[in-house]
Structures are given as C-alpha cells and as structure tokens.
C-alpha cells in the first residue's frame, strides 16, 4: 500500500492528508479528475502500474514467459494476483476461465469476491478508468498476457479472466452502466447521468 501510494503521489504531483487506504481512494478520486478525458487517466494510471516494478521485468516477461510458455504465464499471474492484491481489492480466489471457445481453462481467473476499491471509490467510472482499462492494457501490451476484467456492479464482484482478450468497448456492458447514485462525483456533476470519464473514447 506503502509503495502504490508513493507512486499515485509521484504521478499526480500532490498527496492525500487521509491515512491507510482513505488515502488512496481519495488519490484515486484526485486522478479521475485530473482531465477531462478518460484516455488520459487511462494512460497515467497504466504508467503507475508500470513504476510498481523494475523497468527490465515486463518485457523479459513476455518474452521469457508470456511467448513460450502462455498457459503457464496466465495461471502463474492468477496466482500472483490472487496472492499480493487482496489489499486492494478484498478476498479473492483462484477459479477456471471459459475461453469462450468451447475450451475451459483450468487456473486462468481470479474471482474477486467483492471488489473493495469499486465499493469504496463507489463510481463506475473509476472502476473502468483507473482500474480494468488500464489494467487490461498493461498485462495485454507490456507483459504480454490477454486479460479480460468483468466487473458486476451489482454485487461488486470482479472476475479477471487471463487468456481471455478484452471485447470492443462499445460490446462490453461495463462502459454502458450509469453511474451509482451515492457515487461522489456523479455528485459534483449531476447534469450527467454517466460520471465524466465514463462516456466511450
């Protein structure tokens, strides 16, 4: 948590006066307003995942791993996921990936139970912005592994699916659910129905 903070400091130029993990919602919340434009929060969050590890890891990654040896990589991840980020987003368990073409895979996904950073940020377009757009891109281009995240913003669960390649934005549900009511920056902007950033870019 230490280290995540420092980076989001690092990134958006200010800190937070909260403690512990009220801290890094509100950086989160800080980042999500930063632009007006969803791609830019997009990038500069995945360039914060990028700073969380050594700049030779990724590519050797992909190419020691993720080319020659997929199915591994993507279980390897899972597990990994599974074990360092439960901080961040609650209990979370290893489970089996449909990949959508007849084929289950044993190990790929992770089910996080209930997803503590959507319920505390409490906005959809955070979840999308800050966290499974991103994410998806910095596992699909950097380390060279197809990850597909499911959010359910009815119960706040999160399936991640490594493998499994993200769909077109304009046929994934995710970008054309409205905003939670008690979201606070819907809040701000109550003229629109979607919080800014969630819009398709």
């Not at 950086?27 to 360039?47: K, V």
């Not at 993720?66 to 279980?75: G, V």
């Not at 992770?110 to 955070?126: D, I, K, N, Q």
């Not at 390649?165 to 939670?180: G, I, L």
Request: aromatic content about 8%.
């Amino acid at each position: 948590m230490s280290l995540f903070r420092r980076k989001m400091v690092a990134s958006i130029g200010h800190d937070s006066e909260a403690q512990g993990y009220d801290a890094i919602v509100d950086l989160t919340r800080s980042l999500n307003t930063m632009s007006e434009y969803p791609r830019d929060t997009q990038e500069q969050t995945r360039r914060i995942l990028l700073s969380l590890f050594p700049a030779w890891l990724p590519p050797a990654f992909k190419v020691m791993f993720s080319k020659p040896l997929p199915a591994l990589s993507c279980r390897l991840n899972a597990w990994v996921t599974m074990l360092t980020c439960q901080w961040l987003m609650g209990p979370c368990k290893v489970n089996d990936v449909d990949l959508g073409n007849g084929t289950v895979a044993t190990g790929q996904g992770v089910l996080v139970e209930r997803c503590r950073y959507l319920e505390e940020t409490g906005c959809a377009s955070v979840c999308l912005n800050s966290c499974k757009v991103p994410t998806q891109e910095f596992f699909d281009k950097d380390m060279g592994l197809p990850l597909t995240m499911t959010p359910n913003y009815e119960d706040f669960s999160c399936q991640f699916s490594f493998g499994l390649s993200p769909r077109p934005q304009t046929k994934d549900d995710a970008f054309h659910t409205p905003c939670f009511a008690q979201c606070p920056i819907k809040r701000k902007h109550s003229a629109k129905e979607l919080c800014p950033g969630a819009e398709l870019v």
